[in-house]
């Protein structure tokens, strides 16, 4: 092999490509039927992570809000108080698990949830958290440091997004409290611009925290879309790979209509001897769904595919609910820029 050849061979198995991991944040001000405009607003390079704060949500609402192509990943609702409450949506394409840190939070205090996945080469935690204006500061502050402390390791990426009711545009003695606490883990507040801007008040009190030495090539963008009176913050953060950028791994059943009949035919064939031999209801339904399931599995196997990152794509996101979203957020920034009655009511 000469040394052109070697050279080009090398540069094919050792050059890197770039990878995105965006994540997305809002104190959406009430979930309710805006998990659509949300999509709408980020259509078509939807984030890997979508954090909400102020879900103003129950348990049993946040189980059935359902955002397309995404899973709910965790979540905190309150129980005794209105209003509040955090979640974190993660794409379908991607598997994570849930923190269990639901003891360290307290209605007002600190409302905090924590999912982990592995993205790729890169172990990450997303935390997302909400303390309201009244909450206590000090008990946030407390619990807030045991999360941490409960979820730090040295091969981990921690990414924290939420709204904590601290305004970094003006210092102030629970701002130096609260960085004192994140810098001890190379934690820090990249967000520069306002996030919150009502009448003469021009706030950021939403915050994403990332180590920026562990991720050094991202940016962070506002994004106004009017859905709530605080502006939502979407983190790009960039970084080299051996593997293919444009696709992802994703494990589907094979369904086609030449075993459908094997399907019916091993059912007609199973004795079910098993299922009506047995007295007790539940065991005859257990037994029965054993025996399905094992029959199922067999004729429609898994296997592994790989799909380009923006090939799903929303059937009922057209080209008339874009203009809409578009000119909804046009009236929003000018009322924003001129809060008048009339402007007001143009709005809504």
Sequence with gaps: MDLDNKQRYKERYTSKSTRYIKVYNQNIRGLGMKSGEILGHLYPDYPQVLCLTELHLRKPQIKHKTIENYSLGTYYCRENYEKGGVAIYIHQSIQSSKVSIDKYC??????????????????????????????????????????????????????????????????????????????????????????????????????????????????????????????????????????????????????????????????????????????DINEMFNSFLNDYLRIFNSCFLLQTVTVKNNSIKSKWFTKGIKISCDNKRKLHLSYRQNPNEEANRHYW
Aim: overall charge negative; some cysteine; hydrophobic content about 35%.
């Design 106 to 279: 307290k209605e007002k205090d600190i409302e905090i949830c924590a999912i982990k996945f592995t993205y790729h080469e890169l172990k990450i935690s997303i935390i997302t958290l909400y303390r309201s204006p009244t909450g206590n500061f000090d008990f946030f502050l407390c619990n807030l440091e045991i999360v941490l402390q409960k979820l730090y390791n040295s091969t981990l990426h921690i990414i924290i997004c939420g709204d904590i009711n601290v305004c970094y545009r003006v210092e102030s003695e629970r701002k130096k409290q609260l960085d004192n606490l994140l810098h001890s883990l190379n934690l820090t507040s990249i967000i520069t611009f306002p996030t919150r801007v009502q009448n003469n008040s021009v706030t950021t009190i939403d915050n994403i925290y990332i180590d920026p030495s562990k991720f050094e090539d991202y940016s962070v963008i506002p994004i106004l879309n009017g859905l709530s009176d605080h502006d939502a913050q979407l983190l790009t953060i960039r970084y080299k790979t051996f593997h293919d950028p444009g696709r992802n791994l994703l494990t589907i059943r094979k369904f086609d209509t030449y075993l459908i009949p094997e399907l019916i035919n091993k059912l007609n064939n199973e004795s079910w001897d098993n299922v009506f031999n047995k007295e």
